[in-house]
């Protein structure tokens, strides 16, 4: 009875939470800044740990971070490999870290990283750190396990599964879940167009898809300061200067009759995307990485496509010529009967171009494999 009496009580002080948010940089400051404020400096030893589906999300949270709290805040130490972090972690206090939990578990059993002060873990989406593969899952489990009982439990999320949930029942007790407004039935769907870029490419592929659009007028809407700073040296470089220019930056509002609005990270919230509809743009862009569309389909509510740039879809139509030409010259040339032999089975159940769509894609795979190696 005793024992479960002091459960509850450090239950109690744990605050286990469960945020729903959107799979945006954006989002940082809503799960992680109450855990960096309780970080008490004079300790020296690691008191937030951030478990992430991989290391480039670690480096993007830690600069995400270095955003919000300036070079003096605490510093999210990001780890890139286990074996290059275990050398820079030698010596010095590391007061938050981020990283794998391949990686974590990995500082941990070599006694590189000690987790027995940590006060608040947080898991980073962890819908993408469940959706990994079995080791993943076994890794996260064995770091979950080196945590003391009474450290705070967050778990982020950009929607709720099945695994999630199974996940959060097991390692959060008395969870409280908190969640961006879910979007209503009658809230009028906004059609997005996105532009897929890297984590580092977002200031390359706006010049870009300015040189494509060259709008009459547009807003680029930035979530940070440094954002905005990068943004306003992309569109200087441009030649957009000044009040007057045709193409301004912001950090929400948007000019009525605007063109074209583009999002220069992901939307933060439904308020953001609906002010830019309500302002009566043609087009609204968003530049993303791969895992935050879906964040992305979930705040618009109405099509989500993806916008291509002009070179690229140039490139790609050459590419996919010169390749029909290959091949017609194949054909003209006459199949070796041992070819047809075959694939001629695969008729039977597959549609002819289907099998040759199937047999693209493995020279594809083969070439791209064979460039790799030379």
């Known amino acids: 009875m005793e024992s479960e009496e002091r459960e509850d009580r450090g239950a109690g002080r744990s605050q286990n939470v469960v945020h729903t948010l959107p799979r945006s940089m954006a989002s940082v400051p809503g799960f992680l800044t109450g855990p960096l404020e309780r970080v008490d400096p004079s300790a020296g030893s690691t008191q937030v740990l951030v478990l992430t589906s991989d290391a480039e999300n670690a480096v993007a949270l830690a600069e995400a971070v270095l955003r919000m709290a300036g070079p003096a805040g605490v510093e999210l130490f990001p780890v890139t490999t286990a074996r290059r972090a275990a050398r820079l972690m030698t010596g010095r206090p590391v007061l938050a870290v981020a990283g794998s939990p391949r990686d974590i578990r990995e500082l941990v059993q070599g006694s590189h ?207 996919e010529i010169a390749v029909r030409r290959e091949l017609a010259t194949l054909l003209e040339a006459g199949i070796p009967a041992r070819e047809v032999l075959a694939l001629e089975p695969l008729l039977e159940r597959y549609d002819g171009i289907e099998v040759a769509a199937a047999a693209l894609r493995l020279l594809e795979r083969e070439r791209t494999i064979r460039k790799g190696m030379e």
């Open 113 to 319: 990283l000690k987790l027995h002060e940590v006060k608040t873990v947080v898991l980073a989406w962890a819908d993408e750190i469940l959706a990994g593969d079995a080791a993943d899952v076994e890794a996260l489990e064995s770091v979950m396990g080196e945590l003391p009982r009474d450290a705070a439990r967050v778990v982020v999320t950009s929607q709720s599964e099945g695994r999630v949930n199974a996940f959060a029942e097991r390692y959060l007790r008395r969870a409280r879940r908190e969640s961006e407004p879910v979007l209503s039935e009658d809230a009028a769907p906004i059609d997005v167009q996105y532009v897929m870029v890297s984590a580092f490419g977002r200031s390359a592929a706006l010049r870009r898809l300015l040189d494509d659009l060259d709008p009459p007028s547009a807003t680029v809407i930035v979530q940070s300061e440094e954002s905005e700073a990068e943004a306003g040296r992309a569109l200087r470089s441009l030649g957009y200067r000044g009040e007057m220019a045709q193409v301004q930056v912001s950090t929400g509002d948007v000019a009525e009759n605007t063109h074209a609005v583009i999002f220069f990270e992901p939307p933060s919230g439904r308020i953001q995307l609906a002010t830019a509809a309500d302002a009566g743009a043609v087009m609204v862009l968003a530049l993303t990485q791969p895992r935050e569309v879906a964040g992305l389909r979930s705040l618009a509510g109405g099509q989500v496509t993806p916008f291509t740039l002009r070179q690229a879809g140039t490139a790609a139509r050459e590419s």
